[in-house]
Nanobody, 123 residues
């Protein structure tokens, strides 16, 4: 059974930092591209960042470029999202997802999803 478990969410002031982790089990993690998405209340789920299985290819959504960094540790079956200079508009539930083919910005391309972790940025 595949499980993706996000952790590291919480409440932070604007300008602060958080680091999300997503621990994967039940799948050959090093063969999967991984992505982070987020969903704010009343909005659709949106792409944040993704990383190829090797880490060689990384993509970011424009709103987070220069502030967020995605990385992975295949030995630990974990993908990370370092979030700096957080803004109130970053408030959302953040999800990690696994894609067997290629890193993608499209939620429908992902095979497995975590339950999400809440990030709240206060102004």
């Amino acid at each position: 059974q595949v499980q993706l478990a996000e952790s590291g969410g919480g409440l932070v002031q604007a300008g602060g930092s958080l680091r999300l982790s997503c621990a994967a089990s039940g799948l050959p993690f090093s063969r999967y591209a991984m992505g982070w998405f987020r969903q704010a209340p009343g909005k659709e789920r949106e792409f944040v960042a993704c990383i190829s299985w090797s880490g060689a290819n990384i993509y970011y959504a424009d709103p987070v470029k220069g502030r967020f960094t995605i990385s992975r540790d295949n030995a630990e079956n974990t993908v990370y999202l370092q979030m700096n200079s957080l803004k109130p508009e970053d408030t959302a539930v953040y999800y990690c997802a696994a894609n067997r083919i290629v890193p993608s910005r499209v939620p429908g391309d992902y095979d497995y999803w975590g339950q999400g972790t809440q990030i709240t940025v206060s102004s």
